[in-house]
């Protein structure tokens, strides 16, 4: 089946730093979801993605689909305490009768104050 | 709106035990969908529902049962649990299922085989 290689596995940064994470297909997506995972809670959608070459922001977040359709970044500036967490990309490929969502292994974010 | 909600929050079953975990979704989502995650791996999927009545196996369904007799539950049963089946279970909704398919996610059950 269809998988995601997302990296890095992990990150271990100060804060205030910026951080960039990415994920990669052997396959095209149409869609490129990016997640974020508190622990001991569900995902949290964080930005959607829907064309090539679409780059969009929430606030410090900011999310690229890449241009091949394979692959997408997310980066994060000036990271603060509270973007620890493990972020999901997701990629979703709508060809044919199959519209579900195929996930990263996540990034697991660690920020020093 | 509560969004999507999940009961039990924690189980432990013994092996050969049967349980139905509950979800729950109040923003009137036509798509459901069951996941399980564990640990150091990303989200698979287990079946979804594209309606009330409508049900589909994802890519792990062995050893899980659904139904979906209203828009608003999807329950997940297990009918004879396996240590292979501790995992971290989420239920999740969305609006569309194919391009804009942004996907809700419950808090998840904890769920321990011994």
């Known amino acids: 089946g269809q998988q995601l290689n997302q990296s890095p596995q992990s990150m271990f940064i100060q804060e205030g730093e910026d951080v960039s994470m990415n994920c990669t297909s052997s396959?095209?997506?149409?869609?490129w979801l990016w997640y974020k995972q508190d622990p001991g809670e569900g995902p949290v959608l964080l930005i959607a993605l829907y064309k090539a070459g679409e780059l969009t922001s929430n606030g410090r977040l900011t999310a690229q689909f890449g241009i091949t359709r394979k692959d997408s970044f997310l980066n994060i500036s000036a990271s603060i305490p509270s973007d620890v967490g493990i972020y999901f990309c997701a990629g979703l490929n709508y060809g044919g009768s199959q519209g579900n969502l195929i996930f990263g292994k996540g990034t697991k974010l660690s920020v020093k104050p | 709106n509560a969004g999507v909600t999940q009961t039990p929050k924690f189980r432990i079953l013994k092996i050969g035990q049967s349980m139905t975990l509950q979800c729950a979704q109040d923003m009137n989502h036509n798509y459901m969908y069951w996941y399980r995650q564990d640990p150091g791996m990303g989200l698979k999927l287990i079946y979804y529902s594209v309606g009330a009545g409508i049900t589909d196996k994802g890519e792990v369904p062995n050893g899980y049962n659904v139904s979906r007799s209203t828009t608003e539950d999807f329950p997940l049963r297990l009918e004879l649990a396996a240590p292979s089946q501790t995992s971290v279970y989420f239920c999740a909704s969305s609006y569309s299922y194919r391009k804009y398919n942004e996907q809700f996610f419950g808090p998840g059950t904890r769920l321990t085989v011994l």
């Open positions: 396959s095209i997506f149409n869609t």
